[in-house]
T-cell receptor
């Protein structure tokens, strides 16, 4: 099956700092989503971005499908940004999301 | 627009028992997928239901089974519970049973098997 790798595994930031999270995947994809999992386990949709660039407030994402990676940018981080960020993809032969191992972000005041 | 809902929120069962988890899809969605998330890991695909039929299955044994109803809600049933079944069970809904549609997740059911 498709492999999804996220880096870094852990990230600690001072409030107000910027960060970049990376997702590498091993095959062509029809779907790529970024999620934020809050401390209660809820997966919150951040971006649906199989290709191109999108922005939503302080967050933006870029997927370069031909080079099989996606980046999530968080600017001016806030303590509420803390949690685990997952990248998940659907490859051409499947209907389900394959998740990476996540990046655990901690924003300290 | 109503989001994805799941019940119950938490559940404690004994090894060997059976459990049923429920999911209501987001309004307008006809596809439901179930995922298992063990502590410290990413969610793993269990199966997907589209138009009341199984439309793909992950690497889970037959004691994990499901149903989808005409209103697109779904159940996940697990028989002969094992300690390793302790996990967060997540349900996701999407517009169709194909790969190009965004999936939206419910809040999850946390199952503890003792």
């Amino acid at each position: 099956g498709i492999q999804v790798e996220q880096s870094p595994p852990d990230l600690i930031l001072q409030e107000g700092a910027n960060s970049t999270l990376r997702c590498n995947f091993s095959d062509s994809v029809n779907n790529l989503q970024w999620f934020h999992q809050n401390p209660w386990g809820q997966l919150i949709n951040l971006f649906y971005i199989p290709s191109g660039t999108k922005q939503n407030g302080r967050l933006s994402a870029t997927t370069v499908a031909t080079e099989r990676y996606s980046l999530l940018y968080i600017s001016s981080s806030q303590t509420t940004d803390s949690g685990v960020y997952f990248c998940a993809v659907v490859d051409a032969g499947a209907n389900n999301l394959f998740f990476g191992t996540g990046t655990r972000l901690t924003v300290i005041p | 627009e109503t989001g994805v809902t799941q019940s119950p929120t938490h559940l404690i069962k004994t090894r060997g028992q059976q459990v049923t988890l429920r999911c209501s899809s987001q309004s307008g969605h006809n596809t439901v997928s179930w995922y298992q998330q063990a502590l410290g890991q990413g969610p793993q695909f269990i199966f997907q239901y589209y138009r009341e039929e199984e439309n793909g299955r992950g690497n889970f044994p037959p004691r994990f089974s499901g149903l989808q109803f005409p209103n697109y809600s779904s159940e996940l049933n697990v028989n002969a519970l094992e300690l390793d079944d302790s996990a967060l069970y997540l349900c996701a809904s999407s517009l169709a049973g194909t790969s190009g549609y965004e999936q939206y997740f419910g809040p999850g059911t946390r199952l503890t098997v003792t």
